[in-house]
């Protein structure tokens, strides 16, 4: 049985390699032939006991299937997971404090809402996303030096981020752009982290990497350009680091919802979903940031949602009221792109927030928070 938290084996600053904090070794939960595997879930009564519970959990365990525990107000929810043949063998309803049972019939399963039937919480360094607390990410498009990263950092933190973002490998349109530190860029983001107290969300572009990144990062982001790099989704899902999945620029909600089923499906339940915008007709702005996505994903996943709208318009000026849009839409966290001195900035400077406009939109966030019944 596994809990919402990730264990906190990642500890800022002092890690074991990745190596040893995989999931028992590099097995993942099932084979990587997920074609076969089959979700049903148990609805328990609202009267079951906890024995029961614990009865049907180690039941499922013994059949070499898999049970995911979640609790609810009313009752308890037990999705299985495993082999289809395996499952629909089994007397699921038999057990006493079974109410009904049902197969997941959408094409993304471990991600969708009813496999849980409750909305997951995923921790972030000691912050927690996907509560009432509308979560701030800030920082960096990337890391640029030591002044800068620590700087920024500082200020963001005194105005209400509680996540640092900042890349240190970047995924540039042009290979003759700036793409990043690399390891200096992570290293100066730990000393961000230790300096401001933040934890740090940061990219993971290739698999090589990941081992690298993961020593350093507390949330890792997948770009909307590798949101379909299956292999990266598969060893991200590995991990048990949280993940920050961002949407495609040509990718639907639906896609978006099977690349995270990839992360999912290897164990890693620890994943945030992010709208960055997408490619449309409209060339007045950088991409559209759509909205849209947020009720239809919270409805449809258990994941916390998590909007960009920096990248979603690009246009500096816009940005606060795509964020505030996005609050009100329901968006669990957001996150901006913040610079010291934008005109000097390696990537992303048009789009970037100076600190003293950062501090005036994190007030109004709060008001817009509490206007829709959450809090910053
Ligand atoms: C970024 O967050 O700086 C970034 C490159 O984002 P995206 O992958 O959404 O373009
Ligand atoms: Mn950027």
Redesign the pocket.
Known sequence: MRTVFPSPEVTPGHRPPLSARRKTSCEPIFSTQTANSLAMIIITRPDATEEQIQHIVSRIADWGLRAEVSRGEMRVVIGVIGAEDKIRQKPLGAFPGVESVMPVLKPYKLVSYEFRGTASRVKVGDVVVGSKEVVIMAGP??VESEDQILSIAQSIRDSGAKIL?G?AF??RTSPYSFQGLGKVGLQLLAEARRESGLPIIT?VMDTKDLELVAEYADCL?I????MQNFSLLREVGRTQLPVML?RG?AASIKDLLMSAEYILSEGNFNVLL?E??IRTFETMTRNTLDLNAVPVLKAETHLPVVV?P??GIGIRDFVPAMALAAVAAGADSI?I?VHNAPEFAK??GEQSLLPKDFADLVRRVRCVAEAVGRAV
């Open positions: 498009c990337s973002r890349g970047k995924p990219e982001q770009g909307a350009r590798n961002k620029m992010c960055r915008g960009d920096t990248h996150m792109e990537s992303d």
